[in-house]
């Protein structure tokens, strides 16, 4: 049983592009959630999906951040026009559908650094 | 409301010494607590958890950690550390809301091991 995968592991953009990251939850579990760690800190809540709904953003920056849980195929993290601040690692985490469920499953991460 | 409280970002201790990784929490319900170890540029490893069973906990590695209400805390501990200890490790507080568990972590206590 795979756990939960993130790629690309390791992303570089030019201050102005769009980035995106990709997650693929454990098999069988239905809740994806997004996560920031930013150098020298610890890791910020950004949202939480499940399957084609949006359940909890109040982590997201207003602007230039998205995220997507479609029907079919992985998670989708999308920051448009990319500055030097978002520079950071983004780890997925996945659960299983039972909501009572406490712990979560996190991918390696997605080191995103902005030029 | 809740929020978890790491004393100390770095922490040193000699080979074969005892480890101590200090962690209070502040919950609104009774909270799910959590140990996570972060290996450079990996994502973040379950180490133990607590979830209203027994107050003294168990994880892996020989980490063990104990519950305690009266204090708010939930120090993580280990008896004899080893080379291979040297990593991140992120206290976590969980509860119930909104139909799932929201996680808050601490930022984190570096741990050091001299040999």
């Known amino acids: 049983n795979a756990g939960v995968m993130q790629n690309p592991r390791h992303l570089v953009r030019r201050r102005g592009q769009e980035a995106r990251l990709r997650c693929s939850p454990m098999?069988?579990?239905?809740?994806v959630y997004w996560y920031r760690q930013l150098p020298e800190e610890g890791l910020k809540f950004m949202v939480y999906?499940?399957?084609?709904?949006?359940?909890?953003e109040s982590g997201m920056p207003k602007e230039r951040f998205s995220a997507e849980f479609p029907k079919e195929g992985p998670s989708i993290l999308r920051i448009q026009q990319v500055v030097r601040g978002d520079s950071a690692a983004y780890f997925c985490?996945?659960?299983?559908?039972?909501?009572?469920?406490?712990?979560?499953?996190f991918g390696p991460g997605t080191r995103l650094t902005v030029l | 409301a809740q929020s978890v409280t790491q004393l100390g970002s770095h922490v040193s201790v000699s080979e074969g010494a005892l480890v101590l990784l200090r962690c209070n929490y502040s919950?609104?319900?009774?909270?799910?607590l959590f140990w996570y170890v972060q290996y450079p540029n990996q994502g973040l490893q379950l180490l133990l958890k607590?979830?209203?069973?027994?107050?003294l906990v168990k994880g892996i590695n020989g980490f063990e950690a104990e519950f305690k209400k009266s204090e708010t805390s939930f120090h993580l501990t280990k008896p004899s550390a080893h080379m291979s200890d040297a990593a991140e490790y992120f206290c976590?507080?969980?509860?119930?809301?909104?139909?799932?568990?929201?996680?808050?972590f601490g930022i984190g206590t570096k741990l050091q091991v001299i040999p």
């Open positions: 985490a996945s659960s299983p559908r039972d909501p009572s469920y406490n712990e979560q499953f």
């Open positions: 098999k069988g579990h239905s809740h």
């Open positions: 999906l499940q399957k084609e709904n949006i359940i909890d």
């Open positions: 919950s609104s319900v009774p909270p799910y």
């Open positions: 607590y979830t209203s069973a027994a107050t």
């Open positions: 976590a507080v969980s509860a119930p809301g909104g139909g799932y568990q929201k996680v808050t």
